[in-house]
């Protein structure tokens, strides 16, 4: 069996309305040398059908029972035979050079860990949430500059870090392409998170090498009433999500918990953190978070407790967390005293 250089892996579920024209643009790309992985997560609208239109042999269709979101990422990460790998949802696209210019730049480091591109934006100007979404997020990276072509992956994190990792300034998967075999050797992607499946891999990933950056646009994140980013938007879902970002990366040891709590409440005297204190101040997190909010008023210092307590809020739902013993009086004051 011959050596392929990239896998396109293509998750797939209920993509009838894009599929089509995401297989389209990788077959039109002026870089050939590739499979394609397409991993169906039980789709029950026409995909499949689709799909199977094509009689391309770098195709290969994977079906299985529904795993739901990372747990389909990382099958595709498991059946992946290329050197490279990019991660391509269903209703995104790749320009005709995306590949071409992807391997170029990896290719220049000596210890590459990821390699990304600015993308454009397709979305439904006439809904006014996906304008808004748009017009904000229209370039991740600008927190992270200066970036040059090839940087030291924690250089990169130092930087991110100093937000808090509150933002993605990477991007989304289509614009990313990355070495399979340290992907494995991370055991890919972290099935305990959703909206932040994607951005803590890449600040796992960029602990192991070296980051390449193109400021060109590469490809297309398209932007609809049914993508993931769309559905998770609520703040309900973004507290408790965010608390199992930063506990992954606790896990994988990204940082210490002491350099985790100096750079995410750091930001508070930078201005830098306001997202967080939006965060617990808007009505529906301060419904979750009850007489605790009120008792220790300041956001960030009940965050970092919550963070780094014993207890991960990975392992108790947030309504538990609502009552604090006598116990721990002592330990919170210290905590809000020392920011």
């Known amino acids: 069996m011959r050596n392929i250089a990239i896998t396109i892996a293509i998750p797939l579920y209920n993509g009838a309305d894009f599929i089509a024209e995401t297989i389209e643009s990788v077959l039109n790309q002026s870089y050939g040398d590739f499979e394609i992985i397409i991993s169906d997560d039980g789709s029950t609208d026409a995909s499949l ?15 299985h029972d529904h795993l739901g979101i990372a747990a389909n990422w990382n099958r595709c990460l498991s059946l992946a035979r290329g050197r490279y790998m990019k991660l391509l949802p269903q209703d995104d696209l790749l320009y005709p050079d995306c590949i071409k210019e992807s391997v170029s730049c990896l290719d ?3 210890s590459p860990s ?10 439904d100007s006439k ?18 500059q200066p970036l040059l072509p090839v940087e030291e992956g924690t250089t990169v994190i130092q930087r991110w870090a100093s ?3 509150a933002q993605n300034c990477i991007g989304e998967p289509v614009t990313v392409m990355f070495p ?28 192991r090498g070296q980051m390449c950056f193109s400021p060109q646009e590469l490809c ?21 999500e965010y608390l199992r970002l930063i506990e992954v990366l606790r896990q994988d040891q990204i940082l210490s918990q002491d350099a985790c709590v ?78």
């Not at 990821?114 to 979305?123: E, M, P, T, V």
């Not at 099935?191 to 951005?199: G, P, R």
């Not at 994140?221 to 507290?239: C, D, K, M, P, Q």
């Not at 009120?294 to 108790?316: G, H, I, N, V, Y």
């Open 49 to 63: 059908e689709i799909v199977r239109r094509y009689s391309d042999s770098r195709i290969h269709l994977d079906e």
């Open 108 to 110: 220049r480091c000596t």
């Open 114 to 123: 990821l390699f990304f591109s600015r993308r454009d934006i397709l979305f």
């Open 127 to 144: 809904d006014s949430w996906s304008s808004y979404w748009a017009r904000r997020h229209r370039v991740l990276d600008l927190p992270l």
């Open 163 to 165: 937000l808090g990792f």
């Open 180 to 207: 399979v075999a340290l992907a494995k050797s991370i055991q890919g992607f972290a099935e305990m998170l959703n909206q932040n499946l994607d951005y803590a891999f890449w600040i796992r990933m960029l602990a």
């Open 220 to 240: 297309a994140y398209r932007f609809h009433s049914n993508n993931a980013t769309y559905a998770n938007r609520s703040v309900e879902g973004s507290l408790p």
């Open 262 to 339: 100096r750079e995410v409440l750091d930001g508070k005297k930078k201005n830098r953190n306001g997202w967080l204190k939006r965060m617990v101040d808007r009505p529906a997190v301060g419904q979750v978070l009850g007489p605790v909010k009120k008792q220790f008023p300041d956001a960030t210092a009940l965050l970092a407790e919550w963070l780094f307590s014993d207890q991960s809020p990975t392992r108790e739902g947030m309504s538990d967390r609502e009552l604090y013993s006598s116990s721990n009086k002592q330990k919170r004051e210290i905590v809000s005293k020392k920011i």
